[in-house]
């Protein structure tokens, strides 16, 4: 690829001046501590995420990044403050915001495919056999796992269990894609293939996504923008940081962008001052 | 031991020196447990010898045996049955007796997962009823029923509650949230959580329990057959030393050793086929 592919991609694309498709404000967690007190994880974090942006969320751990995604995905409330996807309040979870967690969460007495399908069959009820069996096809086919489909998840390596995790969720097509830490647990030559497979999928078929990771590489080679928090308790958002390059990106052409190490050296600067800061 | 013995033989099978686990297996899976029942005999041998009158040696027990060995299925009358007769009629008491056991204890163990107010006023209840003896429950089986077929099949459907009740609960209360929250973004209603989540995942926890049930059922229907007498082979056993017919009473003690192993094999098996796991991992 050429290094034309890294010119600054046009603002427009993000279309800043309409209402966001997912809305955080206001918001912040607590959990109640076992002395009747109270442990704030989140303060007042406000974010808006657009229809087909690819926003990465960084931070130190313990901060908070996971439970944030739990807010958006439905599966944990929010202690005080309001978020919505296209206008309407997230009270509960919902097929329209898809998980992929940190640790696959495969049903491991189901097969590659029936896991996938047990995601189809529960979301698409109106689609016929065949129109069912053909999407997890096409979704086993997009991240490679046709050979693997009839195994069960521990017969897979840890970095197919991620494909199946991604699979699963891009199956039922959801309006949102929420992924904590998909490429953690991976070593480096599995996590740099699978974050190209899930960029080529993106850049095909764009959509919301809310990305958690540890890594300011992956969220500069992924994301539209970078969300960096400070370190808990009461973690805030400490800084945004947009990642102008145009996608399709190249890895290879992006290492030799000047710009991407300003970026780079940024984000570490940021999360460098917020190291230990309140421990 | 015979399944433990078979999963060495799988492993053995799978390695590719095949010419020197070719012995390691024949030492693994007959050299040693030869040498097991062999010690066996001869502490039956040393035995015997002491009190001879009473206890017959090894091959004489075979030798006295040798008509119920060769005609399990022999029909003399009332009261005059081969061997393979009572073990059956034993069977089915205790299959009877443990299905429904299993029938009612699997759901109250999900009640009692899913529901911390069941757990708690049922709990002090299992924890009390748990350790008494099933045979306890005989004289007030036989003073509802008043009928020694159905007081039996009572006896063991008590005996095998317990500890299905205790693992399924345990097994429904330790399904992993992870699996729990998956259903939940997929917006799948609860009812169906119970039987396309719940279940499946606490499948190995219900089986340990059904698998340990079973185990006891078996051990207590021979005490209970001794008590309430009738077609069976824990009757036969006191029958038959009743009769100072030791060689019998050695027969029938294999038999019921056989059979209890026969059983454990069986439920692991239905196990594996329900769960469509394969347990020794291939390749
Ligand atoms: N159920 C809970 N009850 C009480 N405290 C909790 C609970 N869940 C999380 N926390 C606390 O909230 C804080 C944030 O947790 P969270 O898992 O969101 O961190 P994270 O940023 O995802 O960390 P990591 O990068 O290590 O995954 C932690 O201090 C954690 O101890
Ligand atoms: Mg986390």
């Not at chain 1, 647990?185 to 960029?199: E, H, I, P």
């Amino acid at each position: 690829m050429t290094k034309s592919t890294l010119q600054t991609a046009d603002t427009n694309d993000r279309q800043p001046e309409t209402a966001g498709f997912l809305e955080i404000k206001n918001l912040s967690k607590a959990y109640p501590t076992g002395n009747g007190g109270e442990f704030v994880v989140l303060h007042n974090i406000n974010l808006t995420v657009q229809e087909n942006e690819f926003v990465s969320l960084i931070g130190h751990s313990g901060c908070g990044k996971s439970t944030l995604l739990k807010i958006v995905a439905g599966l944990e409330r929010s202690t005080s403050g309001l978020v919505t996807l296209e206008g309407r309040e997230i009270r509960k979870p919902g097929s329209d915001r898809m998980m992929v967690f940190q640790h696959y969460s495969l049903l491991p007495w189901l097969t590659v495919r029936e896991n996938v399908r047990l995601a189809v069959d529960e979301v698409l009820k109106d689609a016929s056999r065949a129109e069912k069996a053909s999407l997890v096809n096409e979704h086993l086919a997009m991240v490679n796992l046709m050979p693997a489909a009839n195994k069960y998840p521990d017969e897979i390596s840890g970095g197919m269990k991620q494909r199946v995790g991604i699979a699963r969720a891009l199956a039922i097509r959801p309006k949102m894609l929420l992924m904590d830490e998909p490429f953690g647990a991976l070593d480096a030559l599995t996590r740099g293939k699978l974050q190209r497979q899930v960029l080529d999928i993106w850049e095909a078929h764009r959509q919301a996504v809310l990305m958690v990771t540890h890594d300011v590489d992956e969220a500069l080679y992924m994301s539209d923008r970078i969300v960096m928090m400070t370190n808990g308790p009461a973690a805030q958002i400490g800084e945004i940081l947009d990642v102008p390059f145009a996608h399709p990106r190249d890895r290879a052409a992006l290492r030799e962008n000047p710009h991407y190490y300003e970026l780079r050296n940024h984000a570490l600067n940021f999360l460098d001052q917020h190291f230990g800061a309140d421990d | 031991m015979v399944q433990l013995s078979i999963m060495a033989l799988f492993v053995a099978l799978s390695q590719a020196t095949w010419k020197r686990t070719k012995l390691v297996l024949l030492r693994d899976t007959v050299l040693y447990p030869a040498l097991g029942f062999l010690g066996i005999l001869l502490l039956w041998y040393g035995i015997a010898s002491l009190r001879h009158e009473l206890m017959p040696y090894p091959h004489e027990a075979v030798i006295n045996n040798l008509d119920f060995i060769t005609h399990p299925f022999y029909q003399g009358g009332a009261g005059d049955l081969g061997i393979g007769w009572l073990l059956l009629a034993s069977l089915r008491r205790v299959l009877l007796g443990f299905l429904l056991g299993a029938v009612v204890a699997i759901p109250l163990g999900f009640l009692i997962g899913m529901y911390r107010p069941a757990l708690l006023a049922l709990n002090p209840i299992i924890q009390i009823l748990k350790p008494v003896s099933p045979l306890a429950w005989l004289p007030i089986a036989l003073a509802i029923f008043n009928l020694a077929e159905p007081s039996a099949i009572f006896v063991i459907f008590i005996t095998s509650l317990w500890s299905t009740i205790i693992n399924t609960a345990l097994g429904v209360s330790s399904v992993s949230k992870d699996y729990l929250d998956v259903a939940r973004v997929l917006e799948m209603p609860s009812w169906r959580q119970v039987y396309k989540i719940i279940l499946p995942a606490s499948l190995p926890y219900i089986f340990t329990g059904l698998r340990i049930s079973l185990g006891i059922a078996w051990l207590v229907i021979v005490a209970v057959e001794m008590l309430t007498g009738g077609v069976g082979i824990g009757f036969f056993v006191w029958d038959e030393w009743s009769r100072l017919n030791l060689s019998s009473v050695f027969l029938a003690v294999f038999v019921i050793g056989i059979t209890g192993l026969l059983l454990d094999v069986a439920i692991a098996q239905l196990e594996a086929l329900i769960t469509h796991r394969r347990t020794p991992k291939e390749g």
